[in-house]
């Protein structure tokens, strides 16, 4: 199985930058699509950003386009999750995703392996 492990959270003032990344390890081979989730403390986990494996495509939500970029390095087996001008909205645990097949990637059910997740805590 395709194991992600996310690193790159952090503390950040409102304004600032991050950058996070998810190594999948495993069998990687059959991997759709990477996708990014938040969970905020007492939020749903939500869709955050997607891209597509083989043609790199990219989803994002509303409320992070234009400031959020995803992006992938196949030789590596990486996506990473540049994020500019957060907000304290920002601030959740965000936790990537595999997803194995063709459909809506937006979905959250529909990803196979996760991530542990990592903060991000954007202060005011």
């Known amino acids: 199985q395709a194991q992600p492990v996310e690193s790159g959270g952090g503390l950040v003032q409102a304004g600032g930058s991050l950058r996070l990344s998810c190594a999948a390890s495993?069998?990687?081979?059959?991997?759709?699509?990477m996708g990014w989730f938040r969970q905020a403390p007492g939020r749903e986990r939500e869709f955050v950003a997607a891209?597509?494996?083989?043609?790199?495509?990219?989803f994002y939500a509303d409320s992070v386009k234009g400031r959020f970029t995803i992006s992938r390095d196949n030789a590596k087996n990486t996506v990473y999750l540049q994020m500019n001008s957060l907000k304290p909205e920002d601030t959740a645990v965000y936790y990537c995703?595999?997803?194995?097949?063709?459909?809506?990637?937006?979905?959250?059910?529909?990803?196979?392996?996760w991530g542990q997740g990592t903060q991000v805590t954007v202060s005011s």
């Open positions: 995703a595999v997803r194995t097949y063709t459909g809506n990637v937006r979905v959250l059910n529909d990803y196979r392996y």
């Open positions: 891209i597509t494996w083989s043609s790199g495509v990219t």
């Open positions: 495993g069998r990687t081979f059959n991997t759709f699509a």
